[in-house]
């Protein structure tokens, strides 16, 4: 781990894509290929109430702490031309937190939207959000529904945000919008795969490469559940609101470590159909 060592900045070239690095930042800078980065990462952000109490603090002081985190994550990404980022920032099972959690979690993402516009226009990033937003309160619908009229244009990274979101709900909501298209043209033959993917939420963008978990829980909780078929899955010890750029940097190198084969063989690996590589000639 790389966690102690020093903090002190590092000036590079202005035309660094990020620009600034901290030592730390630039060592592991260097192991990264920037012609190998995941498409698409999604983002468990877990473990800010663990930050919170380790303070003796609110919970609710470790979503807002949270936050800066997105905003690193969000900027460090879309300046890495990675084409889509996806953060679950409220399940469909956390409306089981108490109701005080639950409206400072609205309001913080209100607020977010708000005092991150620029940032966001700035970056050229287009927002969109996965979940059953009818559902959510309506200053939040309505905030939602500006976020992606007012980025609708950008060109740059797309930034979801999971809100309301489960991935069985949404797999069954694709469901159901598939059999609605169908009783409009009464069209019988059976679904697809690709069908599928074309009534989820994601519709459009290429599935998670990166799956990222924070604050060491092995589980995927319901996100992303089809999408994540064959992405990489990183967890790390680290809380939420401590995942700054030098452990996401950490993770696109990580990433880049794995070998995916897709239930296929490693290229080159001796095959019952290539005898000359099994001999090792
Ligand atoms: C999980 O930590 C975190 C959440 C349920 C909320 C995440 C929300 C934010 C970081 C707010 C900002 C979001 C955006 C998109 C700007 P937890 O409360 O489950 O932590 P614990 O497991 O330690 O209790």
């Given at each position: 781990m790389l966690h102690n060592k020093p903090q002190k900045s590092l000036h590079v070239a202005a035309s660094h894509p990020l620009g600034t690095l901290t030592a730390e930042e630039a060592y592991i800078w260097e192991k990264l290929d920037l012609t190998r980065l995941p498409r698409h990462v999604a983002v468990i952000m877990d473990g800010n109430g663990r930050w919170a109490q380790k303070r003796h603090l609110p919970r609710i002081a470790g979503h807002r702490s949270g936050t800066q985190s997105a905003r690193t994550t969000i900027e460090t990404c879309a300046r890495l031309k990675i084409e889509a980022l996806t953060l679950y920032a409220f399940s469909v099972e956390n409306w089981r937190r108490p109701k005080t959690e639950i409206d400072f979690l609205m309001q913080l993402l209100r607020e977010y939207l708000r005092k991150e516009m620029p940032l966001i226009q700035k970056n050229d990033i287009r927002m969109r959000f996965l979940g059953r937003m009818d559902e959510l309160p309506a200053g939040v619908q309505k905030d939602v529904r500006e976020a992606m009229e007012k980025t609708a244009g950008n060109k740059g990274m797309v930034l979801c945000v999971a809100l309301n979101y489960g991935g069985r709900a949404e797999i069954v909501d694709a469901m159901n919008s598939i059999l609605a298209e169908r009783n409009g043209n009464g069209a019988s033959s059976q679904v697809t795969e690709e069908q599928l993917s074309r009534h989820l939420y994601t519709d459009g963008l290429p599935d998670p490469?990166?799956?990222?978990?924070?604050?060491?829980?092995m589980r995927v909780s319901n996100f992303l559940l089809w999408q994540i078929a064959y992405a990489e899955i990183f967890v790390t010890e680290t809380l939420w609101p401590d995942f700054n750029r030098a452990r996401l940097l950490e993770a696109l190198v990580e990433f880049q470590k794995r070998e995916r084969r897709?239930?296929?063989?490693?290229?080159?690996?001796?095959?019952?159909e290539n005898p000359a590589r099994a001999a090792g000639h």
């Open positions: 490469d990166l799956l990222i978990r924070t604050s060491g829980e897709y239930g296929g063989i490693r290229e080159g690996e001796p095959s019952d």
